[in-house]
């Protein structure tokens, strides 16, 4: 080592406000240590049985591996005791997460989808942590659902976590963004991407092309631009990655540039979307933004919606700001 860790960096920007009384820098030490429990699972995989299906399936239908049943317990059972939270929101639990009795409630929620990307997980790809701290509201009584329904301007910080070649951990409390690297040394994260920024402009755009026929007319519209180049009439021939792990698209965003889209489809009418709005859709919104980067649904800005419910879906384009708008106005011309 060393630069600077992650809890001297959130002491730091502790200091700048007087009035902070350290709960909130105690409560991303925590989910710092959770994340850190999460990449050494992820990381021992085959060696300590993790791989494979849970059996089970979540509210939204989908099918759990292993994994995500364990990184779930992980990050409950890694917070639920600090004192530091009103209550949890998990993108694999039915119901909102009560702070059980005995323990002590803090003034903050949290909003977690303990491992993203988990399709990946068995062919050894990139996977990762999201989350969103809210403020709870002031009165008492019980935590109920409708508490959690902030829309994203809300949001007193959102990070991620990236299990990949290095576990990395971006975040923002709405100050710009860091990223700082686990070094397994020491056990701790180390500063060493300060104050992240995206490029205005990319040549890069990250799409699930397998679901093109479902896709609206100014997506299709933008697709077939990038994919025709300067021969369709951009200034520039554009390159397609897709990882279908959204904590490592977003990572190469913020290190590069580019777009990614999940548009609303008609696959499956109805549901709005695919990414979810509380644990996805809304953190990585914040921290795109605080990197200088654009993120829609194609007609509003994210983090200005209203969640109706927890588990809500909805249409996600996000990254380098030019192109977001040129997809935005697209949706615009075509009402
Ligand atoms: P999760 O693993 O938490 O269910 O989320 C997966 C998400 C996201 O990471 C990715 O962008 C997208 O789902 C990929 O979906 P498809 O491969 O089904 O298109
Ligand atoms: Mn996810
Ligand atoms: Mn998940």
New binding site residues.
């Given amino acids: 080592m060393k630069g600077e860790s992650l809890t001297q960096f959130i002491i730091r920007e502790q200091r700048k406000s007087p009035k902070a009384t350290g709960e909130f820098t105690l409560l991303v030490n925590d989910v710092a240590s959770a994340c850190k429990a999460i990449a050494h699972e992820v990381n021992r995989g085959s060696l300590a049985g993790n791989l494979g299906l849970a059996g089970s399936e979540n509210i939204?239908g989908?099918v759990q591996k292993k994994l995500?049943v364990i990184t779930n317990d992980i990050f409950i059972r890694s917070l639920e005791w600090t004192g530091h939270l009103a209550g949890m929101a998990s993108?694999e639990n039915d119901e909102i997460i009560q702070i059980p009795s005995g323990y002590p409630r803090g003034k903050y929620l949290i909003c977690f989808?303990p491992?993203?990307?988990?399709?990946?997980i068995d062919v050894n790809i990139s996977?990762g942590t999201?989350f969103s701290i809210l403020r709870a509201p002031e009165a008492g009584g019980n935590l109920t659902a409708e508490d959690f329904l902030q829309p994203g301007t809300q949001q007193v910080c959102a990070g991620f976590c990236v299990y990949g070649p290095t576990t990395m951990m971006v975040l923002t409390t709405g100050n710009g963004v860091n990223g700082f690297t686990l070094d397994r040394d020491v056990g701790e994260f180390i500063l060493t991407h300060p104050n992240m920024r995206i490029p205005e402009d990319t040549a890069e755009f990250a799409i699930?092309m397998?679901?093109q026929r479902f896709w609206e007319e100014p997506v299709q519209r933008y697709v077939a631009e990038c994919v025709k180049g300067k021969d369709g009439g951009r200034e520039k021939n554009f390159n397609m990655r897709?990882?279908?792990?959204?904590?490592?698209?977003v990572y190469r965003i913020l290190t590069r540039g580019g777009i990614?889209m999940?548009p609303l489809d008609t696959k499956d009418p109805g549901k709005g979307g695919?990414?979810?709005l509380m644990?996805?859709a809304n953190p990585m919104s914040f921290i795109i933004e605080q990197a200088g980067g654009a993120s829609s649904t194609g007609r509003e800005r994210i983090m200005s919606l209203t969640p109706q419910n927890i588990h809500q879906r909805v249409p996600v384009i996000l990254g380098s700001r030019k192109e977001v708008e040129r997809v935005v106005s697209y949706h615009l011309e075509s009402i």
Avoid: C, P, T
Avoid at 242 to 249: H, T
């Fill in positions: 939204q989908e995500d993108e989808d491992l993203d990307g988990s399709s990946n996977v999201i699930n397998s679901n897709w990882i279908a792990s959204m904590v490592a698209e990614f999940y695919k990414l979810r644990y996805e």
